[in-house]
């Protein structure tokens, strides 16, 4: 797959503002995790037409409390109470 490296992280505005900001740990500290491991990282709305989107972009996806909409994405959101996160196929569990 053309530029497999790359990894688009689909987020709210208001979430968006955060990580822009250096203000939301979680996302901030996967962001430089995947840079330290030659990822490049992209941010986007997280806009239906967007989520929709990203099936055709190369590379990978995580999706802040939204389904994956493709074989190459991930969910991510609270797990019960911060700062506890969790990163899963689902967006809910057992499906």
């Known amino acids: 797959m053309e530029d497999s490296n790359h990894v688009g992280i689909y987020l ?3 979430l968006r503002g955060k990580v822009e900001a250096g203000r939301q740990n979680f996302v901030c500290h996967t962001m430089d995790a995947l840079v330290e491991n030659k990822c490049k990282v992209s941010l986007f ?3 239906p037409e967007e989520l929709q989107n990203a099936k055709a972009r190369p590379g990978y ?5 939204h389904a994956p909409t493709h074989d190459r994405a991930l969910t991510f959101s609270v797990a019960y109470l911060s700062p506890f996160w969790r ?3 689902a967006r809910l569990r057992g499906g």
């Not at 996806?61 to 409390?65: D, I, Q, T, V, Y």
């Open 12 to 14: 709210d505005d208001e």
């Open 45 to 47: 709305p997280n806009t």
């Open 61 to 65: 996806s995580l999706f802040h409390n």
């Open 87 to 89: 990163i899963e196929r």
